[in-house]
Each structure stands twice: as structure tokens, then as C-alpha cells.
């Protein structure tokens, strides 16, 4: 029984095998054709975005690395600079630091001093340069910066003291004469393109010296300053010094009068002031005399003011400079 059931099955396979219920060949042929001229299928969006968003991610990160390996580098540089000299690589980072630095202070008189701070830095650096025995090129360099420093730094200073603050005048000379005389100590120590060089330096720094005595001695008078400028700020007026001193004669509700100057060899009208005494010499060629004394007000000594004398290692050379003669060197 078995074996016909199976020989049944047989029969069936066989008639199945012989039945054709796929495509004939033109349906075939013509499928075929449509599958192989078909447009390749179109690329989901989302897989699309999500690829363009992973690209643009790498791109980020690996800017952002670059970011901070450059901040790194930076950081320690500006570090490493700080005892940078004069001809070292890391020099021109320190000068770039110190920039910065200004462009960061809003403050008229913080940012004259900071000039003065820098300036000062490189009297210093030249005095490790002429212990290091340092070529010519690097003592120039130096010179040069300190010029530029010390001229921005009185320019800055000397318009700050005499719009605001005139008490910062004897603290700009005291840190000129401080520098002249190290510089002039250092002086023989010096290349010789760069001792020439010291020597219009040390004539720069006499000459901010000179400046600042010369608007600190017009500190109690009218004008101060003669309204114009140079390299080094405002000039110091030319014109008699005068001042506004209160009436003696008891009254109320009454300002003070201006003590008007009496010309020579004029009669002083019977009841009226005396005229003030004309000025005595300057103690400093060159700088204006102090407000004349007058009877019954007091007027500070003359020697509150005394004159500028520096002490000089060497002569200096004849230098013919745009700058205010005056300073006694002895």
C-alpha cells in the first residue's frame, strides 16, 4: 500500500514539471530588459542628512582640536617670553604680549605708565646683554624699543598730568633721570653702533626730564602749557607766570581779583595793590620762573623747585636733536 502511495506522489511531481505556469520567453525578455535600463534607486534623505551631519561633526572636532593645540601653544609661548631678550626667537612674542597688553587698558594714565614699565624693562634687558657680551644688533634693537616706550610713555603722561593730574610730572622726571643714569652707567659696556645709539637715547631721556620740570615748575600759574604739542606732548607756555590770588580788603559776596601786572616805571595808584615783583632767574636754563611773592601771601621757597643737574660718566657727543636744550650736565 505504501508503495503506491508513493508511486502516486511520483506520478504528480512529474505532471507538476510538465506544466509551464511561468512567463513565456517575450515576458520574460521584456522584464529583463525593464530591470537593467531601470534608475538606480534614490537614496533615503535621512541617511543622507545624518551622513552630511556626521561629516560636518568630524570637521568641527578636528577644528577644535586644531583650536586648542594652538591656544596650547600659544599659552606656553607667552610664558616661555617672559625672560625673552633682545634677539632671542621668543622676543617678538613679548613685544606682542606687551601690545596686547595696552590694547587692554582703557585708563589714560595706566596705559602712559605701562609705556614707562616697558621701557624701563629694556634698560634692564641691556644691562643682562652687555653682562652676555651680546652683538650690536640686539643692544639696537633694545635702544630702539626703548625709545619708541619712553616717547609714547611722556607723550601720554605729560597730556594726562596737565588736563588732569600735574602731580604726576615730578614722578615722569624722577623715572627719566632713574634711566639716564643707568643707561649712562652702562654706557661703556655698549657696542660702539649701539654706545652712538645710547648716547641720542640718554639725550631723549634728559630731554623728558627737561619737559616734565619745566610743566611742573607752571603748575600754580594760569596757562600751563602754551597749546601746542611735540613728540613729548604739550609744550610749557612761554609768558610770565600769574596767578589769581583772593582780595585782602574784607568784603562778602565778592570773587577774587586777578592780580594785573603794572608795567615798569608806571606810578602804583595810591590804595591799590603793589604790583608783583618781577621773576628772579630760573634755577634751570630754560624753564619758567616761579609765581612772584607779593606782601601779606605766602609763596613757596625757591628752592621747592630746584633746578636738573645729571651727573654725566662720559661727555657726550655734539647731537643735533629737535629736543629742548636746558640740562645742566656736569
Known amino acids: 500500500m505504501g508503495g503506491d502511495d508513493f508511486a502516486e506522489d511520483l506520478a504528480i511531481v512529474e505532471l507538476l514539471r510538465r506544466v509551464d505556469v511561468g512567463p513565456d520567453a517575450e515576458t520574460r525578455e521584456r522584464m529583463k530588459r525593464r530591470v537593467l535600463t531601470a534608475p538606480p534607486p534614490e537614496k533615503p534623505l535621512v541617511l543622507a542628512s545624518v551622513r552630511r551631519v556626521g561629516a560636518r561633526a568630524r570637521v568641527a572636532v578636528a577644528a577644535a582640536a586644531v583650536l586648542c593645540l594652538l591656544m596650547s601653544l600659544g599659552g606656553m609661548s607667552v610664558l ?67 625709545d619708541a616706550d619712553a616717547v609714547e610713555g611722556a607723550r601720554q603722561l605729560t597730556t594726562f598730568a596737565t588736563a588732569s593730574d600735574e602731580t604726576a610730572l615730578p614722578a615722569l622726571r624722577d623715572w627719566a633721570l632713574d634711566q639716564y643714569e643707568k643707561l ?45 604739542s611735540d613728540t613729548l606732548g604739550p609744550l610749557p607756555a612761554k609768558d610770565r607766570c600769574a596767578s589769581v590770588v583772593p582780595d585782602p580788603t574784607p568784603s562778602t559776596g565778592r570773587e577774587p581779583t586777578p592780580v594785573q ?8 595808584p595810591p590804595g591799590s595793590a603793589a604790583p608783583p615783583v618781577q621773576p628772579t632767574q630760573s634755577a634751570v636754563p630754560g624753564t619758567s620762573a616761579p609765581p612772584a611773592s ?36 656736569g
Do not use: N
Open 261 to 268: 601786572p603794572v608795567p615798569p616805571g608806571l606810578p602804583v
Open 80 to 146: 616661555l617670553s617672559r625672560d625673552a631678550l633682545p634677539g632671542d626667537p621668543l622676543y617678538g612674542v613679548k613685544r606682542t604680549t606687551e601690545s596686547a597688553s595696552l590694547g587692554l587698558t582703557f585708563d589714560d594714565e595706566s596705559r602712559a605708565l605701562k609705556h614707562l614699565e616697558f621701557a624701563a624693562s629694556r634698560v634692564t634687558e641691556m644691562e643682562t646683554l652687555a653682562d652676555r657680551a651680546s652683538d650690536s644688533s640686539a643692544q639696537l634693537t633694545a635702544l630702539a624699543d626703548l
Open 294 to 329: 607779593r606782601p601779606g601771601v605766602s609763596t613757596p621757597p625757591a628752592s621747592g623747585k630746584p633746578g636738573i643737574t645729571i651727573p654725566l660718566p662720559l661727555p657726550l657727543p655734539s647731537i643735533s636733536l629737535p629736543l629742548l636744550p636746558g640740562i645742566s650736565f
Open 184 to 228: 649712562g652707567t652702562l654706557r661703556p659696556r655698549l657696542a660702539e653702533d649701539a654706545g652712538k645709539h645710547a648716547d641720542t637715547t640718554m639725550w631723549l631721556l634728559a630731554s623728558i626730564a627737561q619737559r616734565a620740570h619745566d610743566l611742573a615748575a607752571r603748575a600754580g600759574c594760569d596757562a600751563v602749557t602754551s597749546g601746542s
